[in-house]
């Protein structure tokens, strides 16, 4: 039902048969649930997927107090079809996605298609976010140690340097020198390299070795443990934070925050919404669109 109107429900055939083939083979139960849920949040990987509910979870009104469902589309594309779907189901629907090259061509496609879906821009990838944690930082070498250990797996030690998937120019030129062939601990390996280097490091070892599903609930699962066992607030990645309150607002939770009714959120769902101290604290729209917002997060 949409404004008040019985409607028969699209089928994937009608985003595309790309899309009818993954259903199929992959995501029907999937495709299916989230009809039934208030809202979904659209996601491109296994990480936020994973790694964002737990957080949640130990955030105030988070994604599950507004009734919302993450839901995967594994890479931007999918995201925009699973929007496309949703927003012919006028299930209310918002995608969470990563500010990189392709976004342009994204944000474009749903224009065209005149998608119905709140954007949210990340101001940083997931594993950057995970690397700027305070308790991350402070436990990062027994995290990796637990799941590694240097002496069996040197090797995935090495991939931040030598693997075709590593996205860190610095870190594959530093492996030129013969010191990084011939380390024997981690604690070697990591006095080899400055400030900069090792969060290059983390973030690449994150990527290479300790993505997918299982891995990502687990470093999350680690981490809020750690903050819990050392008595660390507010350890939440901020852009976390952020989006878990504009996701909240956007489905009506204003118990959010004591500024929900002037927040910036108020702006995408409603054109002639008027404020004149609109919050734009969490987030704020990106230039040349009615519907996309800028996550803010760590400077």
């Known amino acids: 039902m949409k404004d008040g109107i019985i409607q028969s429900l699209p089928k994937p055939e009608d985003v595309d048969s790309a899309f009818e083939t993954r259903i199929e083979k992959f995501a029907k139960r999937e495709l299916i649930s989230g009809l039934f849920a208030r809202g979904i949040l659209l996601v491109e990987g296994d990480s936020e997927l994973s790694g964002l509910p737990l957080f949640s979870q130990e955030h105030i009104n988070g994604l599950e107090d ?5 839901i995967k589309g594994d890479g931007k594309d999918n995201v925009f079809k699973y929007a496309l779907f949703y927003d012919k189901c006028g299930v209310p629907c918002l995608s969470l996605v ?3 090259s392709d976004i342009n061509w ?3 496609k749903y224009s065209q298609n005149n998608i119905k879906s709140m954007i949210l821009c990340q101001p940083k990838d997931y594993e950057t976010s995970i690397v700027g944690m305070g308790v991350f930082q402070e436990c990062w070498m027994d995290l990796f140690e637990e799941v590694y250990p240097f002496k069996n797996y040197k090797d995935n030690y090495i991939k931040p340097f030598v693997s075709k998937n590593s996205k860190s120019k610095v870190l594959k030129q530093k492996y030129q020198d013969e010191e990084y062939k011939k380390i024997k601990t981690f604690e070697e390996l990591v006095k080899l390299l400055n400030t900069d280097e090792i969060e290059e490091f ?10 997918g599903i299982v891995n990502d609930k687990y470093v999350a699962t680690y981490l809020i443990y750690k903050a819990e066992e050392k008595m660390i607030e507010d350890f939440i990645p901020l852009a976390f934070s952020n989006i878990f309150n504009l996701v909240g607002i956007y489905m009506g939770n204003n118990s959010i925050c004591e500024n929900s009714a002037r927040c910036i959120v108020n702006k995408i769902s409603n054109s002639s919404f008027e404020c004149t101290e609109i919050c734009e604290k969490c987030g704020s729209i990106k230039t040349g669109y009615t519907n996309v917002l800028q996550v803010k997060g760590d400077s």
């Open 106 to 108: 994204l944000l474009k």
């Open 66 to 70: 507004s009734g919302v469902e993450i």
């Open 98 to 100: 990563d500010n990189d």
């Open 202 to 211: 983390q973030r690449e070892f994150l990527h290479l070795n300790l993505a």
